[in-house]
């Protein structure tokens, strides 16, 4: 069986000759530098470039929240666990201070997925529960790296249909998520590595997070309306 030229080039020293510990772990060690430099630059262009598209999601979530409405959040795979993730951040704030806003990971409830799953299809897993849970003044979050999951994308059109927020997070050049007319906002990380797309969503919605607590708090009075 012949090697794989590209698995070579990047594990060079799992390939050939048994290769000398000492020299193995600097590999590794190299390895484990280039991937978090690279985690790191990924972050800081995709910020140097799309701050002011952050700011405008984080706008529009706290819009939704200003008007009593709730976050649903969805995706498939890795994706699921930051539509999880982005929800928890939401109803069970960390820093002291922060109220708990209502927001709704709709990957969870696995007596659902799977039956709607079998009965009807996998791409209507998200779609029906937005059909008995959301309402008008509600904003949903979806989260693919690919851009182009069909049950997200379903699950957009149904949004859309009911007056919803609609907002997505994608990878590459944003696929199916980018050209649609669906999404109100769709913040979109150019990298061909998904690990990388993930990193970089996770940071957008721990600053999103925060962006939308400052902006309610200054509803409230905030810092700039408090007396010197």
């Not at 290769?19 to 140097?48: C, G, I, N």
């Amino acid at each position: 069986m012949s090697e794989n030229p590209s698995l070579k080039g990047l594990y060079p020293f799992l390939h050939g000759a048994r290769q000398d510990p000492d020299a193995m772990r600097a590999a590794l060690l190299e390895s484990v530098r280039q991937k978090a430099q690279d985690s790191v630059t990924v972050k800081q262009r995709y910020f140097a470039a799309h701050g002011p598209a952050v700011v405008a999601v984080a706008d529009a979530i706290a819009g939704v929240y200003r008007r009593q409405g709730r976050m649903f959040s969805m995706g498939n795979g890795g994706s699921s666990c930051d539509a999880s993730h982005f929800a928890v951040e939401f109803m069970h704030p960390v820093t002291a201070g922060r109220p708990a806003l209502t927001a709704v990971n709709l990957a969870c409830d696995m007596a659902m997925v799977t039956a709607v799953g079998n009965d009807i299809g996998f791409g209507h897993i998200f779609l029906r529960q937005l059909i008995a849970l959301a309402r008008q003044g509600d904003g949903l979050i979806g989260f693919s790296t690919s851009g182009s999951s069909d049950n997200i994308m379903a699950a957009f059109a149904k949004a859309k249909e009911l007056g919803m927020v609609t907002i997505g997070l994608a990878g590459h050049d944003g696929g199916k998520m980018a050209q649609s007319g669906d999404l109100d906002h769709c913040l979109v990380v150019p990298s061909d590595s998904i690990h990388r797309i993930q990193e970089t969503h996770l940071t957008i919605y721990h600053i999103l997070w925060d962006l939308v607590h400052t902006l309610l708090a200054e509803d409230r009075g905030g810092l700039l309306d408090r007396p010197k």
